[in-house]
């Protein structure tokens, strides 16, 4: 939410909450592309309501992602220090992975994102590329991942990734196609 609007109201931020609590719920449980009429309706609310409080459904989905970006952005800051560089880009690839699978659909809508500057999503988006930019820099300073690995090919790489563990089955899944994977990156 934006901090230079008033406050809401009770009853309008109880709306806004339960709102958040149903978008959470039917995204886990149908994907990105839920309808946000059952959103609403479960919510208690008329979608007029809905839209008052989120414009678009990329932005409902930005609301509900935000705590999990900023929980990353905090992980990627401390990441930084870290004295295994590949280990600490590895580390938070897997966590973004973990996201970014967490809904159905949500791979795709992030990599449609990140060239629409007028998707509520861009921000966020560039965001987590500037922090993944950071760390992809320094595993390559330390001599730990191939010198020409781009971030668009690892956020690429992310975003497949998180798509095929949605698809397969057993635990770590996405573990195991990180692992896979840098097995490539790393420098020879």
Not at 33 to 49: D, F, H, P, Q
Not at 165 to 172: A, I, T
Request: aromatic letters at 6%; charged letters at 30%.
């Amino acid at each position: 939410m934006d901090t230079d609007k008033k406050p809401m109201r009770a009853d309008a931020r109880r709306n806004y909450e339960r709102l958040l609590e149903e978008a959470r719920h039917a995204f886990a449980v149908h994907g990105v592309e839920a309808s946000l009429e059952e959103i609403a309706r479960r919510a208690g609310v008329g979608i007029g309501t809905l839209y008052r409080h989120f414009p678009t459904r990329e932005a409902l989905i930005e609301t509900v992602l935000r705590e999990g970006f900023d929980t990353q952005a905090a992980v990627a800051r401390e990441l930084l220090d870290s004295p295994e560089p590949l280990n600490a880009l590895k580390a938070w690839l897997s966590g973004m992975g973990e996201q970014s699978a967490r809904y159905r659909g949500l791979p795709e809508l992030m990599v449609d994102v990140l060239n629409d500057e007028t998707s509520p999503l861009y921000a966020s988006c560039h965001a987590m590329r500037d922090q993944v930019s950071q760390l992809v820099e320094r595993a390559k300073a330390a001599g730990e991942l191939r010198a020409d690995v781009t971030v668009s090919e690892i956020l690429v790489v992310l975003h497949a990734l998180s798509w095929a563990s949605e698809h397969l089955s057993g635990d770590n899944r996405l573990e195991r196609l990180l692992d896979l994977v840098f097995a490539g990156l790393r420098a020879s």
